[in-house]
């Protein structure tokens, strides 16, 4: 069964860029119709969507991140990935990766989560 | 502040039924499908209801969901210890583009 697993570095300088990566596991990431997202929640606070990508590059972003949020596919490695860009202290968040099964349908599947903190 | 307003919680004694609502407008829920999400302490959101009240498989039918105009509803009948978490509607929005939102969530307390 289909499975999502975040990785990347935990701390992050403030202005610097943060760079996450989701592997795909159990299916192929360009398989039927999925769009994959990245979701993020700052520590006990609540969810806010990041955006979504389908494997040919087409992407939704959040508008309040799109100026800072390069997202893109990697086929070869069944992986996707976030960049996000000039990164403050409210940036910080346990970030996951998702699943859409089709371009407009909800995120169904979930990675388990990888927590950013910024901090100099 | 949230595009969708929750309750920021609810609470309900064991076994008995409790429902959260959800409230938009006509450029998220009034003209897309809501979805619900459980996330119990410590974990990745599930989903719980998809396309307004359709289950998931593995999801009990203790959990109905509901729309009417721009609010929804998430039903839990015959409240457990367990169900104790956090819940989360989502849905699409198209007034600036099209992305997804989210509530700002609620917490449910069973007594």
């Known amino acids: 069964q289909l499975q999502l697993q975040e990785s990347g570095p935990g701390l992050v300088k403030p202005s610097e860029t943060l760079s996450l990566t989701c592997t795909v596991s159990g299916g192929s990431i360009s398989s039927n119709n999925y769009y994959w997202g990245w979701i993020r929640q700052p520590p006990g606070k609540g969810l806010e969507w990041i955006g979504s990508?389908?494997?040919?590059?087409?992407?939704y972003y959040n508008p309040s991140l799109k100026s800072r949020v390069t997202m893109s596919v990697d086929t070869s490695k069944n992986q996707f990935s976030l960049r996000l860009s000039s990164v403050t202290a409210a940036d910080t968040a346990l970030y996951y990766c998702?699943?859409?099964?089709?371009?407009?349908?909800?995120?169904?599947?979930w990675g388990r989560g990888t927590l950013v903190t910024v901090s100099s | 502040q949230s595009v969708l307003t929750q309750p920021p919680s609810v609470s309900a004694a064991p076994g008995q039924k409790v429902t959260i609502s959800c409230s938009g407008s006509?450029?998220?829920?009034?003209?897309?499908?809501v979805s619900w999400y459980q996330q119990l302490p410590g974990t990745a959101p599930k989903l719980l209801i998809y396309d307004n009240n359709k289950r998931p498989s593995g999801i009990p039918d203790r959990f109905s969901g509901s729309k009417s105009g721009t609010s929804a509803t998430l039903g839990i009948t015959g409240l457990q210890t367990g169900d104790e978490a956090d819940y989360y509607c989502?849905?699409?929005?198209?007034?600036?583009?099209?992305?997804?939102?989210f509530g700002g969530g609620t917490k449910l307390t069973v007594l």
């Open positions: 006509s450029s998220n829920i009034g003209n897309n499908y």
């Open positions: 989502g849905t699409w929005d198209s007034s600036l583009s099209v992305y997804w939102v």
């Open positions: 998702a699943r859409h099964v089709h371009q407009l349908a909800q995120p169904d599947l």
């Open positions: 990508i389908y494997y040919s590059g087409s992407a």
